[in-house]
Structure formats: C-alpha cells, structure tokens
C-alpha cells in the first residue's frame, strides 16, 4: 500500500484579537506553512513583514482593544505569497505616515510600513487605510 505525504497548506486565514502574544503564535504557523512548503529561502521576509503589519493592526488600528478583530489572509500562489491584514480601526493616511518615515530616519512610527516595501514587490491599502496586501516573490531577491 502506498502511503501519501499530506498536501501542505498553501492558505491561511485567521481572526485574531489584537494581542501581541496571539500575533507571535500566527507568525510562527506562517513560518511553519513556509518551511513545509520548501520555501525556507523567503522565510524571514514573509514572516517580518507579516508581524509588522500584524502588530500595526493591533497596536495601531484597534488600539490594542483584545475585543477588536485582528484578520489575516495568507497565500501561496504559484509565482507570489500575498500577505493581507485588516483591523477594525478607523484607518489612517499611509501615504503621510510613509513619506514621513521615509524623510526622517529618527521617526520610530512608519518604519514597518518602510520594512514592508523594502521586502514586498508590492503594496495596497484599502482606501479606508485599515486594509494592507503584500505581495512578496517565492524566490529570494538577488542582492
């Protein structure tokens, strides 16, 4: 009889509240998804930008309220993992917050979003600004 290995995940989604210690155990099952799928090579990336945008919804957008929804859609297509995290806050401007971040390097608000475009090929916010999709490549950058 012939014995199959199990089909690795390629998606995750997940409703969290907006605790950090709940944010760390989502980031070490992203890593784990990652490894079973052979992409060890992109681990690290995927899963910092992960827990910024993670912790930024929860501190930031739900004001670290343990009763506000922290949701994550993690998935590994062919070609890209996309990465999008929402809260239930008000949303803010990113662009302001980037630019801001980006001008000033003493700034300590805005530098996950800088993280997050450093490793991402792409960036989308919803237009509320309570929304952020990554799309990292499954194939590290060559430096």
Known sequence: MKTHAPIPVRV????????????????REIRAILQQNGL???AFPVELSARECLNN??????QRLATKRVGLDFRIGRKWIRLQVTDQGRGYNWRRARAAALSDGTKT?????????L??????FNQRGNRITLWLAKTKKEQ
């Not at 995750?12 to 155990?25: A, G, M, N």
């Not at 919804?57 to 739900?62: E, F, Q, S």
């Not at 608000?109 to 475009?117: A, E, H, N, W």
């Open 57 to 62: 919804a929860a501190l930031h957008g739900n």
């Open 119 to 124: 490793y991402a090929q792409r960036v989308a």
């Open 40 to 42: 060890t090579a992109v």
């Open 12 to 27: 995750l989604r997940r409703e969290i509240p907006s605790r950090l210690p709940v944010v760390e155990s989502l980031c």
């Open 109 to 117: 608000s805005g530098r996950g979003l800088v993280i997050c475009t």
